[in-house]
C-alpha cells in the first residue's frame, strides 16, 4: 500500500485546510486509515480515525481535535481527507497519514503550520 499526503501550508489561527491522501496498491487490505500528527520535540500521535466498512466507517478523534476536525474517505478516489478548522497554533505539527491492515502504512508527512 502507497499514501500520498497533500495539503498542508502556512494558515492563521483561527483558519481551516484540508489534508488529502491517496491510497493505491493493496487498498483491499485495509481495515482502518487515520491522520497523525508529530509537533516539534513531541511524540507522534494519531488524531482521526476512520473505518473502512461498508456502513460508511465509524470515525474516532483525539480530544484536542473534537470538533473541529472531521476525517472522511471516498472510497471511489481511495482518497482519504482531513477537514481541519479553527486551528490553532498547537496544531502546528507534520501530519502523516496511515493505513493499518496486514501492518500499517505511513505515508510521506504533509507540514502544516499555523501561525500569525
Known amino acids: 500500500v502507497q499514501l500520498q499526503a497533500s495539503g498542508g501550508g502556512l494558515v492563521q489561527p483561527g483558519g481551516s485546510l484540508r489534508l488529502s491522501c491517496e491510497a493505491s496498491?493493496?487498498?483491499?487490505?485495509?481495515?482502518?486509515m487515520g491522520w497523525s500528527r508529530q509537533a516539534p520535540g513531541k511524540q507522534r500521535e494519531l488524531v482521526a480515525s476512520?473505518?473502512?466498512?461498508?456502513?460508511?466507517?465509524?470515525?474516532n478523534y483525539e480530544d484536542s481535535v473534537k470538533g473541529r476536525f472531521t476525517v472522511s474517505r471516498d472510497n471511489a478516489k481511495n482518497t482519504l481527507y482531513l477537514q481541519m478548522n479553527s486551528l490553532k497554533p498547537e496544531d502546528t505539527a507534520v501530519y502523516y497519514c496511515?493505513?493499518?491492515?496486514?501492518?500499517?502504512?505511513w505515508g510521506q508527512g504533509t507540514l502544516v503550520t499555523v501561525s500569525s
Open positions: 496511515v493505513a493499518y491492515g496486514d501492518q500499517a502504512y
Open positions: 496498491g493493496n487498498i483491499f487490505s485495509i481495515r482502518v
Open positions: 476512520i473505518t473502512n466498512d461498508a456502513s460508511g466507517g465509524v470515525t
